[in-house]
C-alpha cells in the first residue's frame, strides 16, 4: 500500500523534478494568513470565517480580494483595498513563517539525489522572499514560480504549466506537492501527478491526488522507493 495510501502510482524511476506549493505546504503560514484575513475584514465591521478562508486558500490576493469585495459590498476600489491587504503581510511573513515539520529533511534528500525543485506559489514574489531568505531554503531550488509570472493562479493550471516550461520536464518527470485544494486542481489540470499533504485546512482532495499525512512520511516514502531503485 505504501506510505502515501492506495493511489501511490509514481514513476519513480523517471522522477526528474519536484514542484512544491509554499503557503501551508512548505511553510506554516496559514494560521497568520487567517488571522490576517479576520483583522482585515474586521476593519470594515465584518466577521470571517474558518469555513470561508478554507474557501479562499490557492488563489493570489489579487484574485481573492474582488471576491471579499463582492461578498461584503466593501467600500472602497479594488487596487486600495489590494494595498491594505499587503500591509505588513510581507513582514509577518519573515517574523512568523516556519518551515513545516520534516521539509527540509524532504529538501535534504531531493538534493542529494539531484531531483530538480520549483517552488510553485500564488503569492508575490515580494511577500515570500525576505522569508525565504530568512529560512535559508532558496538554494534548494532551481526556480521559483510566483503570481507576477502568469495572469492566472490557482486553481487555473497556467501557474504549472509555466513551472514545467522553467523546468524543462514534462508533466510525467515530475510530481506536486500541495496542501489546498484549488492547488491540487492547478496541478492536476496540467496533468502533473499530485501529492496531497493532509492538513486541517484542507476541504476535500480531488479525485487524481495521492495523499500522505506528513512530510516525514513521505520523505520515508521516496527514501524506500529509490532504495529499491
Known sequence: MGRLGMRLSMDFQHLKGVLIDFDGTLVDTIPFLFKHYLSFLKTFGQEGSLEEFKTLMGPSLEEFVPI?????????????????YHQGLADTYKREGKLIAGAREFLD???HKKIKMG??????HLLIASCIEALKIKDYFDFIVTKENVKKTKPDPEIYLHALKTSSLLADQVVAIEDSRAGILAALNAHIPT???????LI???SGAMTTNSWKDLTLCFEEAYARL
Open 68 to 84: 471579499l469585495i463582492e461578498r461584503y459590498r466593501l467600500p472602497e476600489k479594488k487596487h486600495v483595498l489590494i494595498s491594505l
Open 109 to 111: 534528500f531531493c538534493q
Open 119 to 124: 517552488l510553485v506559489t500564488s503569492s508575490a
Open 195 to 201: 501529492i496531497a499533504i493532509r492538513n486541517p485546512y
Open 204 to 206: 476535500s482532495i480531488p
